[in-house]
Every structure is written in C-alpha cells, then in structure tokens.
C-alpha cells in the first residue's frame, strides 16, 4: 500500500492499553480502541501485527467490508486522496497518518495484511474508532449572566487546555471547558474558545446576547497552494458601528502591519470587498516567505477588533516528483509537496515533455520502466506553468528541459530575456533548436521565422547545453507562453511541457479614492507583478521629477489641485512611464508623447510628436535635446540648422521635423512650454531617437547556402517591408514573401553582389556585399595562371638573348624584358600554383545559375586588377 507523505499540523499520540486479538500466529495490535480528536487536525493510528509464515505482499486500511468482497483499500479512495500516510512495513509496523481530519472521517478503521501462503489472509478486529469534532461555544444561563461552554461532541483526548477569547482578544486558559466567569449581556461582545496548542481550530465567535455582536468568521483555516500561484484569503466579519479602517496582517510581525505597505508585499497585495460581506486578501506570485498565518482586524469609531484572534494559516509549496522501486526495473512515481494542496487538485503528468496523463491521485498510475533516457514530470490542473522539475528515472543524462523562470512580468517596449537550461543523453547528438509560442497538432513554427517577431527576436548561448530567447521592444500582444525544443539523432523534447509565461505591462497612475475629496493616494500599478527584484518607483509632477521610493504608493496624499498632473516609472526604465493623469478632473497639465522610441533611416526624414494641454493661454513652446545642460530650442542649434521644423497648436499634435537624418542626431528629444504662470517641467521623459544605417550580414546556412541578413543596430519603426537587390537589380516576386523579410537564403557558389533596402527609401540602401567562392576564385586564378605564363615566357626570351639564340623578329625585339629584374621567374612544373591546374578544368557554363553577364556597374574590384595588367579600356 503505497500512500504519499503529507505535512502534518497536530498528532494525537494514544498510548493507551493496546488490544491484541488473533489465532494460530496471526494478530493485530491497535494501541488504543477509541480516539477523539479535532476537526481538521492530523491522527495516528497505532499498529503493530504478526504472521505465522510466508511473505507479505500487501498491506492496508479499510473502514468498510461488504459480503462477499475484498474491503476497499482506503488509499484508493478519492475522499482520502492526499490525506494518508501509512507509515509501516511488511514485518511488523502497521502504523496510519490521517491528515486533515473532517467529520466525515469519524469511522472504524481496521487493518489488513496478505501473505503468499495459501489461506495467508488476516484482518484486525474490532478496529481503532476515530471521533472527529469542532468546538462550539454553548451559552446557558439566565438573561443578566452567560456561562460559557466549551463543548465537542466526543471527550477529547489528553486532557485539553482550553483557551478563551473575547471581540478577538486572548481572554483566559482553563483546563476546564467552562469560562470560569459569568459573562454579561452585552450586545457588542463575542467569544470563541480553542484548544491549546491547536488554536487555529478555534470555535467560531458567538454572540452573548443577540446577533448583532462583532465578529470574525475565516472562510478557511488553512490553504495549502503552489509557489508561484494566486490565492485568496477572504473572511467575513461585523461592526455595526461605521468602519473607520480594516487591513490585513501577519501573525509572526511583532506589531500588526498593514499588508499593503510591507515592501515584501509590495505589488503583489489587493485588498477586495465590503462591509459583512467576504473581505479577501489576494496574493500573487506566491514565495516560499509568504507561508505565514494572515490575520484580519478592523475599526469602529469606538471599538479596535482583537489581534490575537487566529486567522488562516497560509503554506507555500512547489512539486517534486519521488521515485522510489517498485518490482524489478520498474519505477513508482509520486507527485509530492510539503502540504496538502488545496481542493482536491487534479494531477498531470509528463514524459519527455510531452503529456501524458491525468488523474486525482498524486500516484502516477503504473509502475515505469528503468529508461535511462526518459524523464517525468507534474503539475496540478489549472497551474501546468508551477510544474515539478523533470527527473530521470535512472542517472542524470536524461532527455530535460529546465526554465530559467516559470513566469516573467516585463515592461511594454522593453527587453526581455527568456532562457533555460536543457540535458540529454550523452549518446545523443542534437540535430535541431528552436524557441516557438504557437502550436497546433504538435507542429511547432520556429520563432524567429514568425513576421510578428520580425527584427526584435535573437537566441543566444552561452554553453551547448542551454539557450536564451531575446525579445526587444515588447509589445502587450506578445504576452503568452514561450517553449524550447530541442531534437535529437534519436529523440525529441515535447511540445506540450510547460514553459515560460511572459506578461507584458505598461504602468497607470491609480488615484484614489475616485470621488472628490481634499487629498488623493497614488499608486503606480501594473496588470502582474514585475519579475525585475526591487524596483525603485520614480513619481513625476508636472513634468518635474518628484521622488523615488521602492513602495508602487507615492509617500504622501496629495492636495487635490486641478491644475496639477503626476505620472510614474521605474529606474533604469524611465522612457517606459505612465501616461500623465490628473489628481482632480480631467483639465490638469500635461505632455503625452505619441512614440516613446523611434528607430529610423540614416539620411531620412523623421517626425517626433505629442499633444499637450496647458488649459492658461500659452506663451511658449519648444523642443530641445534632453543631453544638453541646458534647454536649448532646436531651431536655434547650429548643428541643426535648416533641417529641423516644428509645426502644431494648442492641444493639437505638436511636431519636431528633422531632415537629412545623422548618426549624431541619435538623442533623447523631449518638449516643454510655458503659460503666464506655469512652466512644464524638463526632466519628464521625452522620445528616443536612433539613427541607423543599413548592412547585409552574411551567414553560413546548410551546406551549398549562405543566409543574408538586412541589419540596424536598432529595430525600425512600423515593420517596414524590406528590398533586395541581386547585381544591382530588384528581387521581386509577387506571389511570395520571399523577398519582403529581412532575411534572404541564396546558393553559396553564386558569383553575384547583393544589397538591401526599405521601401519607401529605396535610395538609402545598403553598401553591395559579394558572394565570392568558387568560379570567382578560378577567375582569380586564370589571371594569377596568365601573368605567371608572360613572365616566364619574357624570362625564357632573356635567357636565349643571353646566350646567344637564334635572331629575334621585329617584333620579339620590341619587347625586350630585363634580365636582372626580379619579376621575371621561369615557370618551375614541380613547384607551380595550384591554380595553374584551375586553368584547365574550368569550364564556364552559360545556362548555369553561377554563370552571370559582367554588370559594369557591379562589377567585382578583380575585374578593375584583370583590367590594369592588361591594358582593358573602362
């Protein structure tokens, strides 16, 4: 009987007198018979058994036995999935963990062992019986005084210390379930008791007299949930009086502090809900830190609720997946935690990446073979992204894949690198890696192919054994489910193991509260909370720079002017702020830039723009480069002289023109203006500009191939379409995108140049580059061959003049070469070039695909050497 382990919270240990029962050498000994203890605490049934011979092959519990029929195995039963913890053997031990204990658990359990020896069948009887109880709180008395009763429905065990509790304040202990004092009937009071040591199964808070008494009431007393994930932490609670204040806190701080301004909170805490009806406390992005106990307490007027009142006791935890033998060269695998989750969670499994299976039992649900290639891994329904890392079965060197991060929260218009860590057998040799976030029928499209991603997607590597996918300038739409894939010679990572979930966010000012009031609180919120640790928040007033603090809430309320506007953003990520809102109405002042970053062209024209809202008439206005000390209008900068314009009115876009664009120009340009008695602050994020130019980037690809890339050092704006051109002559092919990416694949023995461009800026393309390999190399060779063969025949004439030959001809005469010069050498046929045997074989082709007509105003810079030597008129 294979039962998962379990965290406990309270063991009952019952050394009672044992009961032994049994014949001919068979028997089973239950320490106690009868047991009584707490709802929603932990047990331990006691056991100890004997056999006459044989071997024990099966061990379990069972609380029901029809005629005729084997008992049911509780393990096997869902109400106890996650609950057992049989922590005996096959010799001796029989003892049984229940967690979590309910009402409906109150039964009597017996146990059962099987041997393989015929007849080798035994069951224990009469059984240990399990009570499960609350506690309640029983008034009785005349109608001035109250007693108080601390009562269950079964005498617990131990001799309890009962505590007592009055409006959520620790009142008194007795080791009597009776408050030693007469209460009186007071409307406002409530009281609860609990047992000490066990104070989180406290009673829940009754009213002396009435129903209109404060109180708390938790809609759980424990949640256990995956690291990582979300929970909610609600209670309902009643103060007749106005509420003044109400928050949430920590047990374990030694003064009750308000969730929301606890850094280690910070971002991560939303408070929801009303008066009398569920108050929740929402957590995301759940750390192993945040396991705690959480409190709730409130204000009246004239009444604070106690804080020693117990709450819900949170715990964190993450996925293991246990492999422990099961029959020879099979494995059993059992998804575990250091808690028992939550709602009876539905489990997942995962083999090789690729799902495999569900079901509500931890267990996977066969033994697995002793694979040294496979690993498994789990994960709960509903949370696939908080999976368990993957094991292997056996060794280390399994097929695995290991995120960096399970989830990442970035900034809209930011980068983003998402990477992880993969393994394989050492046998195997990758053939195939790629990063994709679309899949259908398991046919995965490589990222970097994807148009969407066009120029903003790079994958790095730092080792062979893992891969970083580089995103830049994130937009919201890219917020989903990133995944790598590897291949093998002999396998294949899954499609449908969990990856990285990407969010991207932009920031909003929220102003609170939302109706008029004297003085508002602002807070810089974000749709998740930013994977970046510690952010230090930057607030911004009118366009000034304000404050910095690692709290998202700006420090101090403030006055609610109409004229006055505020807007935040993070250090290090200034240009990627909030939109400027305004505190009162909608009138206040403001810049709203139309583009934060904008990469163009060198040599073209680019416009920067905002609108702006000065609700005074304006005196003045202006745009100028953020580098400067100074502020200086640009229409008065020497260096951008007759190239700059700025066009635009009052409330309507305002625009900065800058022609005949320079590297130079690359600057952060931000606007500002002035009314009779206001002036736009300087230091408010503008518009980045970069300036580039064009290059082709030329890459090996498969054999015979190479891959041209259209590059920038930064990303051009609006996806533009991109032209090729092949010897000085447009690529064009209507009926494929072929031409149109920033990309281009063409045959490695090509003889041609190849340049690109924009469209729309066709005259601003790139320097040509040349696919110079074979043939073009024979050209090479060819003129290397005939040079050496003028200057070996010269030398050879040298030598006969020298000697005394036979007269030479008129012509012979008119070229008559220096002997002692050391250019002329004779042609050695041991020691000649190789590209002397180029000569012979080569062969041109003219209907092949390398064979191209000598374009003039393409030509290769060789052609212009050929043509010197031998006198070719240009």
């Known amino acids: 009987m294979d039962l998962r382990t379990a965290g406990s919270v309270l063991v009952v240990f019952l050394w009672s007198v044992a009961v032994v029962l049994g014949q001919d050498g068979w ?23 004997t056999y006459p011979r044989g071997k024990v092959t099966t061990t379990f519990w069972f609380t029901e036995w029809g005629t005729g029929v084997e008992p049911e ?55 240990a019986t399990l009570s499960v109880t609350g506690l309640q709180v029983k008034l009785t008395g005349g109608y001035q005084d109250k007693t108080l009763t601390c009562s269950t429905t079964c005498t617990l065990t131990d001799n309890p210390t009962y505590i007592w509790y009055k409006n959520g304040q620790h009142l008194d202990e007795s080791t009597s379930p009776q408050y030693k004092y007469s209460v009186s009937n007071d409307y406002d009071d409530s009281y609860s008791c609990a047992v000490k040591g066990h104070e989180d199964l406290h009673s829940p808070a009754v009213c002396v007299q009435g129903q209109r008494c404060y109180r708390v009431t938790n809609t759980k007393r424990r949640i256990c949930v995956l690291k990582g994930s979300t929970v909610d932490i609600s209670c309902t609670y009643v103060g007749y009086y ?66 020693s009142f117990p709450g819900t006791t949170l715990s964190v935890t993450d996925l293991q997946v246990k ?10 695998l059992t998804c575990i935690t250091t808690c028992t989750l939550t709602d009876n969670p539905t489990y997942i499994w995962y083999k090789n990446g690729q799902r495999l299976d569900e079901s509500t039992s931890p267990q996977y649900k066969d033994p697995v073979y002793s694979n040294y290639g496979d690993s498994y891994s789990c994960a709960v329904k509903g949370h696939e992204d908080h999976h368990s890392p993957a094991v292997c079965v056996v060794g280390e060197s399994c097929m695995n894949v290991t995120y960096t991060h399970q989830s990442i929260c970035a900034l809209k218009g930011s980068t983003v690198d998402i990477s992880c860590f993969y393994t394989h057998p050492s046998w195997h040799n990758v053939t195939e890696v790629s990063w994709f976030n679309k899949w259908e029928s398991g046919v995965t499209k490589d990222l970097s192919l994807n148009p969407e991603y066009a120029d903003r997607v790079e994958y790095h590597r730092q080792t062979e054994k893992d ?16 995944k790598f894939k590897f291949t093998t010679d002999e396998a294949r990572w899954g499609s449908s193991f969990p990856g990285t979930t990407l969010t991207v966010t932009g920031f909003q000012v929220e102003v609170t509260p939302k109706w008029s009031s004297e003085y508002k609180t602002l807070t810089c919120i974000t749709t998740c909370t930013l994977s970046n640790p510690n952010p230090i928040y930057i607030w911004y007033k009118n366009g000034q720079h304000l404050d910095e603090s690692t709290s998202p809430q700006y420090k101090d309320p403030v006055s609610s002017n109409h004229d006055d506007s505020y807007s935040c953003a993070v250090k290090g990520h200034e240009d990627l702020l909030s939109p400027a809102v305004c505190v009162q109405g909608q009138s206040c002042y403001r810049v709203t830039y139309t583009k934060r970053r904008i990469c163009v062209l060198k040599g073209s024209t680019v416009d920067i723009s905002c609108t702006y809202v000065g609700y005074y008439s304006t005196t003045s206005s202006f745009w100028f480069r953020s580098d400067k000390s100074t502020p200086e209008d640009l229409t008065r900068v020497p260096g951008y002289a007759g190239r700059v314009e700025h066009t635009g009115t009052y409330r309507g876009p305002s625009s900065l023109r800058i022609t005949d ?24 994020p503008g518009t980045t500009l970069s300036v580039t130019g064009l290059q082709v980037n030329v890459t090996p690809a498969v054999e015979g191939q190479k891959t041209l890339t259209c590059i920038t050092t930064c990303t051009l704006t609006d996806n533009p379409t991109y032209i090729w051109y092949k010897n000085g002559q447009r690529l064009d092919e209507p009926t494929s995108q ?34 110079q390999t074979s043939v073009l190399t024979a050209a090479v060779g060819i003129i290397v061959v005939v040079l050496v063969l003028i200057l070996c025949l010269s030398g050879l004439m040298c030598f006969r003049s020298f000697t005394g030959g036979s007269d030479a001809s008129t012509d012979t005469e008119s070229v008559r070469p220096d002997c002692n010069s050391d250019t002329y050498t004779a042609l050695n046929m041991r020691t000649m070039s190789p590209d002397y045997d180029t000569l012979i074989s080569v062969h041109p082709d003219p209907n092949s695909d390398t064979y191209t007509p000598l374009n003039m105003k393409t030509r290769s810079p060789e052609y212009d050497t050929l043509a010197n030597v031998r006198g070719i008129s240009h």
Request: proline share 3%.
């Open 27 to 49: 028997s089973v000994t239950y320490t106690t018979q009868s047991i009584c203890t707490l709802k929603g605490s932990t047990v331990d049934l006691f056991c100890s058994y």
């Open 73 to 127: 195995d509780l393990g096997q039963d869902p109400e106890y999935a996650g609950r057992l913890e049989y922590h005996g053997d096959k010799k001796k031990d029989c003892t049984l963990k229940i967690t979590d204990l309910r009402e409906r658990d109150s039964a009597t359990y017996k146990f059962r062992l099987l041997t393989d020896q015929e007849g080798g069948k035994f069951s224990g009887s009469p059984g």
């Open 242 to 307: 106005s509420t003044t204040s109400s928050f949430w806190f920590r047990s374990d701080k030694s003064t009750p502090e308000d969730l929301t301004t606890d850094p280690g909170y910070a971002g991560r805490v939303e408070y929801t809900g009303t008066y009398k009806g569920p108050f929740t406390l929402r957590i995301t992005d759940l750390r192993e830190e945040d396991s705690a106990e959480y409190r709730f307490t409130f204000k009246t007027d004239n009444f604070d609720w106690g804080h």
């Open 323 to 332: 492999v422990t033998p099961a029959v020879e060269g099979q494995k059993t």
């Open 467 to 482: 891969s970083t996918l580089r995103i830049t300038d994130l937009r919201e739409s890219d917020s989903t489910e990133y």
């Open 661 to 684: 664009l320079r590297e130079e120009d690359s600057a952060e340009y931000r606007f500002t203006f002035k009314t009779n008695n206001f002036e736009w602050g300087h230091s408010f």
């Open 738 to 771: 072929q031409y149109s990416s920033n990309i281009l694949v063409v045959l490695g023995h090509s003889v041609d140049s190849y340049s690109c461009t924009v469209e729309h800026h066709e005259d601003l393309h790139s320097p040509a580059v040349w696919k």
